[in-house]
């Protein structure tokens, strides 16, 4: 039994705990508790860059103790430079609101803390963002460069350069900046866009694919990864080389992609990739990704699958049937008036395989056309050391086809009775969405060469601006070489069809004057450049709309298999620079005075092996733009540029 102390005690500590009682003589009444809320933003953090694009902070309030109304929002401790939309806002428990900052052009980095004070009820409460202010970007941009060789015609000439010249490209100014890491092969030339907002933040953005199915994305200028993309479905791996050491030891994206900045939320790139699924099957696809997440756009990806009429090699039921398994894209992608055109190569010369060109739309991903080049024959497929198919103004596209079968005996207008057009220098129509051939030249011993693959197809295509010659005749025309040392230069409005006895309705054949091509050539001030196998780099000016049947111009040194496909860069017609890229066991960038060959820079010259990037890639073109050179390898980008 407790003391008397002990019950007082206790009864003392029960009045201490006991609310206040509502008003006098009131013996049960207790107070309610007073309407409340509870305030909370998101995210933490956020960073925006002077000039660029608003970032948000979410904002929501939790109503507590039965409060009503809305709760009074302000916000304070923003910066100098940098505004908030709204300032103030009423804000409704339960629904949250967002509140922008962007920052003016000339706002100062920074870093503070923005307070959010929320009031209602009588009471108060406030929640705090870290924001980070950026100082706007500095670094130059430069010209897109959104497919291979900088345009559809692929002159590859970037005629805006406008930091890169003879006197700095030299080995104490200029050399290996960095090197930017991949996952495997880069055969494809890298592309380019400047000025990309990406998280509130613009960036210059280089892109590179690899045969490892990969697509990545990095800052141009700090070289840092922006994103990275793989486009293997579930449980895929890449397709080995099929006993081909063309493209080797794995295919995934072997061919340079193409961009639309107009297309999707933010612009999109294209890209074909090549992947074998675990029941053995393999698979090409379409994809268009978000160029500022690498995200798969609406739609993407499309499975390629093509027929066309005809008996050759791999039909059934009258119809040639696309086997996935027994090619790969390789030749550039092509984007004109909506589409997107691609063109297909074999594995070595394995049957059965035919020539294929197709199209897809760019918005839909739809194929919308097919034609195949040997539909009654073999072969004929579309090599041309990975240059992109070219095209003219009103629609045409021109390539070279490699070994195949070709019809000797022609129909009346000209055309091979069977539609076999293979070793052929092709125009084709689009015109009316409909693939077509609409023009063609055959060599007049085009069969022999196919028999001993000495075929055209090993080179690219260069629609060459217009030409006037000295009576004032404009000529459009194109230039393509292969195998065989022979330059062939097509008038595309006639171009010569075959004649077994010569080549009389060729516009120009000139012999000779380079050896065999597996690249193809630049455009320049009225020059064509060429760097063959086993050759020196050549410059074969235009003169009455011809071209030169031998360099006055060349360089010193001879450069071994396959050749070197040349980019130029230059402001308007001065300081331009002819760029290559010499495969070796360790790779070569060379830069020559584009006026005298003259060589200016060779990534060798530096001591310490300061320049070198690995050993070399057969068919990579250099990209250039920004002050910067960007080359495909092995395992990564290698960026050159001015040294610090």
Same mark, same amino acid.
């Given at each position: 039994m407790r003391s008397e102390k002990q019950r007082v005690l206790s009864w003392l500590a029960v009045l201490a705990a006991a609310p206040v009682l509502a008003g006098c003589g009131a013996s049960s009444v207790v107070a309610a508790a007073k309407p409340d809320f509870s305030l909370t933003s998101s995210p933490a953090s956020i960073t925006v860059t002077a000039?660029?694009?608003? /970032?948000?902070?979410?904002?929501?309030?939790?109503?507590?103790?039965?409060?009503?109304?809305?709760?009074? +929002?302000?916000?304070?401790?923003?910066?100098?430079?940098?505004?908030?939309a709204p300032t103030t806002l009423n804000l409704a428990p339960g629904t949250p609101s967002q509140v922008s900052f962007a920052a003016a052009a000339n706002a100062s980095a920074t870093?503070? %803390?923005?307070?959010?004070t929320g009031t209602a009820a009588g009471m108060t409460h406030t929640t705090t963002v870290t924001l980070t202010v950026n100082a706007a970007v500095t670094t130059t941009p430069g010209v897109d460069v959104t497919t291979y060789h900088y345009d559809i015609g692929r002159t590859g000439l970037n005629a805006s350069e406008t930091t890169l010249t003879p006197s700095n490209v030299t080995q104490s100014k200029f050399g290996l900046l960095r090197i930017l890491p991949v996952d495997g092969k880069v055969d494809a030339q890298p592309l380019y866009l400047s000025s990309v907002m990406v998280g509130g933040q613009l960036h210059n953005i280089v892109y590179a694919v690899t045969e490892h199915d990969s697509v990545y994305a990095f &800052?141009? &200028? %700090?070289?840092?990864?922006?994103?990275? %993309?793989? $486009?293997?479905?579930?449980?895929?791996?890449? !397709?080995?080389?099929?006993?081909?050491? /063309?493209?080797?030891?794995?295919?995934?994206?072997?061919?340079?992609?193409?961009?639309?900045?107009?297309?999707?939320?933010?612009?999109?790139?294209? +890209?074909?990739?090549? !992947?074998?699924?675990?029941?053995?099957?393999?698979h090409q696809r379409l994809h268009a990704l978000d160029v500022t997440t690498g995200a798969e756009q609406t739609g993407s990806p499309t499975e390629i699958h093509a027929t066309y009429p005809g008996t050759g090699a791999n039909s059934s039921g009258?119809?040639?049937?696309?086997?996935?398994?027994?090619?790969?894209?390789?030749?550039?992608?092509?984007?004109?008036?909506?589409? $997107?055109?691609?063109?297909? %190569?074999?594995?070595?010369?394995? &049957?059965?395989?035919?020539?294929?060109?197709?199209?897809?739309?760019?918005?839909?991903?739809a194929q919308t056309s097919v034609l195949n080049l040997t539909p009654n024959g073999s072969e004929g497929s579309i090599w041309m050391a990975g240059s992109g198919l070219a095209a003219d103004s009103s629609g045409n596209i021109y390539f070279l086809d490699a070994n195949g079968t070709f019809d000797g005996t022609l129909d009346g207008s000209g055309m091979p009775v069977n539609r076999d057009f293979g070793n052929g220098f092709l125009k084709v129509s689009t015109a009316g969405g409909s693939l077509a051939v609409a023009d063609y030249f055959e060599t007049n011993n085009t069969m022999a060469e196919s028999n001993g693959d000495e075929d055209l197809g090993s080179g690219g295509v260069l629609v060459l601006p217009d030409v006037t010659d000295t009576a004032g005749t404009v000529?459009?025309?194109? +230039?393509?070489?292969?195998? &065989?040392? *022979?330059?062939y230069v097509v008038n595309r409005d006639s171009m010569g069809h075959y004649n077994a006895q010569n080549n009389s309705a060729l516009y120009q054949e000139v012999d000779g004057a380079i050896d065999g091509v597996f690249s193809m050539p630049a455009y320049f001030n009225n020059t064509v450049y060429y760097a063959a196998v086993d050759d020196n780099v050549k410059a074969l000016p235009i003169t009455n709309a011809k071209l030169a049947t031998s360099a006055p111009v060349q360089s010193v040194n001879q450069?071994?298999?396959?050749?070197?496909?040349?980019?130029?860069?230059? *402001?308007?017609?001065? *300081?331009? $620079?002819?760029?290559?890229?010499? *495969?070796?066991?360790?790779?070569?960038?060379?830069?020559?005075?584009?006026?005298?060959?003259?060589e200016l820079y060779n990534s060798s010259q530096a001591a310490g092996e300061r320049d070198q990037f690995g050993a070399g890639n057969k068919f990579i073109t250099p990209m250039v733009t920004a002050g910067k050179i960007f080359v495909g390898a092995p395992s990564g980008v290698a960026v050159f540029g001015l040294l610090q």
């Open positions: 000039g660029g694009g608003a /970032q948000t902070v979410s904002l929501s309030a939790t109503a507590l103790n039965k409060l009503s109304g809305m709760v009074q +929002v302000t916000v304070s401790g923003v910066p100098a430079g940098v505004t908030a870093t503070v %803390t923005v307070q959010f &800052d141009a &200028d %700090t070289g840092a990864q922006i994103w990275k %993309t793989s $486009i293997l479905g579930s449980n895929e791996l890449t !397709s080995g080389d099929h006993g081909c050491s /063309q493209i080797s030891p794995e295919i995934g994206i072997t061919s340079t992609p193409v961009i639309d900045r107009k297309a999707g939320a933010n612009g999109t790139i294209f +890209v074909v990739g090549m !992947s074998l699924d675990g029941g053995g099957a393999y009258g119809s040639v049937v696309f086997d996935p398994a027994q090619y790969a894209e390789r030749v550039g992608l092509l984007l004109m008036n909506g589409t $997107i055109y691609m063109g297909w %190569t074999s594995h070595c010369d394995q &049957d059965p395989y035919t020539g294929w060109l197709m199209a897809y739309s760019e918005s839909s991903l000529h459009h025309l194109a +230039v393509g070489a292969g195998k &065989d040392s *022979n330059i450069y071994g298999y396959p050749g070197m496909t040349p980019a130029i860069s230059a *402001n308007g017609t001065a *300081n331009g $620079i002819v760029w290559t890229v010499e *495969n070796a066991s360790t790779a070569v960038l060379h830069a020559f005075d584009a006026g005298t060959l003259q």
